[in-house]
């Protein structure tokens, strides 16, 4: 038997055919065929040439133990155009996120640290968004938000606030008129902000109410005997007293929503302009299978995160060595 029309790369000799197929690129198919005939017209039996097995030797660079290191995919990152609108799609989303967050959790803690009726019932159902599963907390959001079967809609267009419902999970932007100006408002990114801080102030809460519950009772008696208000008690007891744990909290907090990831994959996916540097990671690794990419997006993350931590300590770490 002697093969027909052999490819180029092969030959045959001592009743053996040998290819050189040279250097394959990474991800590289092909079909590869070998015609044979018999000389002396027999028939040939297929079941012999099928256990004939094909032995393929070659050598390969692991790429996790090569030391040929380039940064072409930190090029690639910054030089795409959607890097920066990223940035800053994640810095609104990581600020706003925050702030609120411990906005809301200050008011919570000076509401529960009142006595009354039901505060530890109060208190209990605070921590409720904090310890209930991601999961089933955004799914009930995508419920209620829904357009069309939606709870809110249904109630905002009942009392005539809007006059259609409105997709505040896939809307990007919503333009609001104020003294005749055109405002673009994140609406989607909006909306993600909004769960992120009902989710989150629980534990600004507790972390506020415990310092409060330390603060003298003095203080604030000294301050009614010297005719002082609830504004002014608050601006001038109250917060110089919680500024170490705020700037704590704050620090924690930044860190922890610059790089989440379920929240927004869970009610968006990352559409309608809710798209962050953590969201691209999995993107880039997972979904395009870009692994080298996705990991030098990560990277991006930690040292930008190292650069806030170094600024924030420089600026306001000395208030929280006060503790």
Not at 14 to 26: L, M, R, V, Y
Not at 231 to 247: E, N, V
Not at 272 to 301: C, K
Request: glycine share 6%; charged share 15%.
């Amino acid at each position: 038997m002697n093969p027909i029309n052999l490819d180029n790369r092969c030959e045959f000799k001592s009743k053996k055919i040998k290819c050189f197929f040279g250097d394959w690129e990474a991800g590289y198919r092909e079909n590869f065929e070998i015609i044979i005939k018999d000389k002396s017209n027999n028939v040939i039996n297929i079941q012999n040439i099928k256990s004939i097995k094909p032995n393929l030797y070659g050598k390969s660079n692991n790429i996790l133990l090569t030391t040929d290191f380039t940064l072409k995919n930190f090029k690639n990152v910054f030089l795409n155009n959607n890097f920066f609108e990223l940035l800053m799609t994640t810095f609104y989303f990581t600020f706003f996120g925050t702030l609120g967050a411990i906005l809301l959790g200050i008011f919570a803690a000076q509401l529960v640290n009142q006595k009354f009726y039901g505060r530890s019932f109060m208190r209990s159902i605070l921590l409720f968004p904090y310890v209930g599963p991601v999961v089933a907390l955004a799914y009930t959001w995508t419920l209620l938000l829904d357009p069309n079967s939606g709870t809110i809609n249904s109630l905002l267009v009942s009392y005539g606030i809007i006059e259609k419902p409105i997709n505040l999970l896939g809307q990007k932007y919503l333009i609001i008129n104020i003294l005749g100006f055109d405002l673009k408002l994140r609406l989607a990114l909006t909306t993600v902000i909004f769960f992120e801080i009902w989710r989150y102030f629980p534990l600004a809460f507790l972390f506020i109410l415990a310092r409060l519950q330390a603060i003298p009772k003095d203080l604030y008696e000294a301050a009614e005997v010297d005719g002082a208000g609830p504004f002014r008690k608050f601006f001038h007891i109250t917060l110089p007293q919680i500024t170490a744990i705020l700037s704590i909290l704050f620090m924690i907090r930044f860190i922890w929503n610059f790089n989440k990831f379920e929240d927004i994959f869970l009610l968006t996916g990352g559409a309608s302009g809710t798209l962050t540097l953590p969201i691209s990671v999995y993107q880039q690794g997972f979904a395009v299978s870009n692994i080298g990419m996705g990991s030098a997006v990560s990277i991006v993350i930690v040292l930008l995160l190292i650069a806030f931590m170094i600024i924030y300590f420089k600026l306001i770490g000395k208030k929280a060595n006060e503790i």
